[in-house]
């Protein structure tokens, strides 16, 4: 049990053919959190390589997947673990997100704060590639939002109990925004937290000039550009035009302006992206 918390915090990170600085975010964790569940999204030789200098301290545990079950199925598997091995809460992380020291408890002091309704609790995000914290990212104290990024989400028992967790069927985008939509539709509170703060990477963080500025390619391949767009249709038929919409609308557009002037394989990608928009408006909800 943390000593500084009075609370048992699990960690989850999810693995798909990781780099070398994965163990230094695990190791990041490791002194926040109690323990670590580290899901191997790529049971190969070379990935158990990399996770070995981390796999060997005896409070990490390693959960091999039988292949790349994608974002929302890895997630959960390190998220049952850490509920079956007692957690009070589970605090959740991709690869290319690295801890920086205090979050956790300035997470943790968010969600008393937030009492009874308390949803997902996250913190800002700032560059890895600038070391800058993102301008929609700035702020004080915690301020509730609609919809958190899933990296550096922290989420109690209780809540997982009331909402289940992420729906394995988006596999990958947009499952951050439905399990938090989620939250919200089951009259929980969701907050950013802007004195803890994420260091994080989206996609390959490419710089580039573009009119005349600086800029950052994600270069998502058609296959990431599928789910996106049938993803993002699912969720807007689920949960409607709210504060969500707009914000990621925002986003999506900055995206696709990056995707269609400075990418390569555009025209790949917005056929798979029209391909996802059609599966989107297909889609059956069970």
Do not use: C
Request: charged share 25%; aromatic share 10%; no cysteine.
């Amino acid at each position: 049990m943390n000593g500084r918390t009075g609370r048992r915090v699990a960690g989850v990170v999810l693995a798909y053919h990781p780099e070398a600085d994965i163990a230094d975010n695990v190791r990041a964790l490791l002194a926040e959190a109690d323990e670590v569940y580290l899901v191997n999204n790529s049971p190969d030789e070379a990935s158990r390589a990399v996770l070995a200098p981390v796999a060997a301290d005896d409070r990490v545990t390693v959960l091999e997947q039988p292949g790349n079950v994608g974002v929302a199925a890895g997630f959960n598997a390190g998220m049952r673990a850490a509920l079956d091995a007692g957690a009070d809460f589970v605090w959740i992380f991709d690869q290319d997100s690295t801890v920086t020291a205090g979050m956790l408890a300035r997470l943790l002091a968010a969600h008393a704060a937030a009492g009874d309704t308390a949803g997902i609790i996250a913190p800002a995000l700032r560059s890895h590639a600038t070391g800058v914290v993102y301008r929609r990212e700035t702020g004080d104290g915690a301020r509730e939002v609609d919809v958190l990024i899933s990296s550096g989400a922290l989420f109690s028992r209780r809540l997982l109990e009331r909402i289940g967790l992420h729906d394995e069927a988006l596999f990958i985008d947009y499952v951050d925004h439905d399990i938090s939509l989620r939250a919200r539709a089951k009259g929980f509170h969701n907050y950013k937290v802007f004195d803890a703060l994420l260091d994080h990477r989206f996609g390959d963080s490419d710089p580039v000039r573009l009119l005349g500025r600086r800029v950052y390619l994600s270069n998502y391949s058609p296959m990431r550009q599928f789910h996106m767009a049938r993803n993002r249709v699912i969720v807007i038929r689920r949960y409607g035009f709210g504060r969500w919409f707009w914000e990621d609308l925002a986003f999506t557009t900055k995206a696709w302006i990056k995707v269609l002037l400075r990418e390569t394989d555009r025209w790949t990608k917005i056929r798979a992206a029209s391909r996802g928009a059609w599966a989107g408006l297909r889609y059956k909800d069970v």
